[in-house]
């Protein structure tokens, strides 16, 4: 089930995953410019958006989309990775009218900016906050492989090396910056 619905949705890595251990069934990570085709094969197949969160690694800002069905197990995470220097995403509240909140959290915690999304308003921090607080320092972040272990790999694009054991510590990434600059 799950992996049919992944089967029409352009990813760069595709695993099952354990749902007892991980709380969901599968996982992809998708090019931001592909995010608003996946809500849609997601909502196509009567999927629900549960939440919409934040990941801040040394690889870049993580998107995180968790969808479920409310008939049949099969929890499903999108994962999309941006860079600290340009945190933009396309909004998909245009297909789930509830990702408008999500998106406006992730930007109020992360500083995340969802194109399209047209109330990007802060909706739980002061409006003169200036600060997104869930970012960390640069010295602090680690690699994405450390937060995530890919369980039954089902695709991966050979140029998708972000939770591979071979990724360098100091090995760039399309996705990666060294610096402060962005806040």
Known sequence: MGDQVLAGISCLFKAA???ENTGKK???FLEPAVLRDAAQCMKNDGFHLE?????DTKDGLVAIYHFDHYTRPGRVALYAIISHFDPKLPSISSIYS???WHERECHDFFGIHFTDNLNLDP???PDDLKI???????HTRIRLK?????EDIIEKETSFTLLDETHAPDEATPAS????SSR
């Open 17 to 19: 995953c354990d749902l």
């Open 98 to 100: 509830g990702a408008g």
């Open 146 to 150: 450390h937060f995530l272990v890919p």
């Open 123 to 125: 909706l739980l921090l």
């Open 51 to 55: 939440d919409i969160t934040g990941l």
């Open 132 to 138: 997104h607080p869930l970012l960390t320092d640069d």
């Open 177 to 180: 910056d060294d610096t402060e």
């Open 26 to 28: 599968w996982t992809a």
